[in-house]
């Protein structure tokens, strides 16, 4: 299914502020990092709708779409943002052999119920939606739904595990892992390198595969990655798929998944979504038109109508 709705691309700056939102900080930490929400002060249920952000991310990412369903009257529940170890202000503390999904995965879980929640809808972003599958996977009781935007499922797997016979499949995604892996290696200097690209006006040009309308992204959104691309994170990321048996994890997934993505999407491929529907018939796959990695940036009208929180 392919949906396009009258609304302007990227109709909103991202906030960095969460009490511009009417949100509290809370921070758990673990032997892996620390991590970090902003949520609703005061907890109305046990459920909660948790937002995953991607590599080279932060909570800010989905702060356009809080902004647009609030516009539309959308009803997202008890919203709880979160900043993942090593991105945004949680800090990663381990180094790269230790950060396994299921310690990330176990850090979000501590976290809700720091929060005093016990059942959650997911929703992820690139490999937010990673992290958001394998925890439906292990914790059924507790997550009541899955939503992806843009996730980062077989064809990331398969690129990590083998990057030069794989290379065509994802080649953006590719490149990518290895500059930053090189940037990691380098230390602090790596940081300070994607900062430059910034103060010099290259980093928005050095972006476009990301974006379907690199010269129209608000530059909130610019400066946003300016901030998160951090070498050693994004390095330590994609390692956490190494290895990761999907097929056989994400067959016993229980509640409804919804999965969407642009269709200049250069980072998932349509037979993501293809391999996704087979492993989970029921599952509801969306491509979102003129639409490029960031939907929730992009066209967060069209994701919340293809998350199912928006009716078309």
Known sequence: MTIRLVDRYSPHELVTDAADLGLVSTTVASPLGTCVARHVPRRTSTRATIFLHG????????????????????????????????????????????????AVCSLVKDMAEELGYTEWDLVGHSLGGFIALHMASIWPQCVLSVGIVSGTTFSTIRSVEHPVRNFAELPGFTMLWRVM????????????????????????????????????????????????VRPRSFASAAEVTRGYDAEAMWAAIECPVRATKGDRDVFVTQSDLDELGRLLPSSVRTVVADCGHFGAVERPIDVLVALGYLDA
């Open 55 to 102: 590599a080279a991310g932060s909570w800010t990412t989905w702060t356009p779409l809080l902004q647009t369903a609030a516009g539309l009257g959308v009803d997202l529940g008890d919203v709880v943002l979160l900043d993942l170890p090593g991105w945004g202000d949680a800090s990663l503390s381990s180094d790269r052999a230790d950060q396994t999904v299921l």
């Open 181 to 228: 892996r090189v940037l990691a290696a380098i230390g602090p200097a790596g940081p300070a390198v994607v900062r430059g690209f910034h103060a010099i006006g290259l980093l928005r040009p050095a972006t476009f595969p990301l974006f379907r309308h690199w010269t129209k992204v608000p530059r909130s959104q610019v400066l946003a990655l300016a901030r998160e």
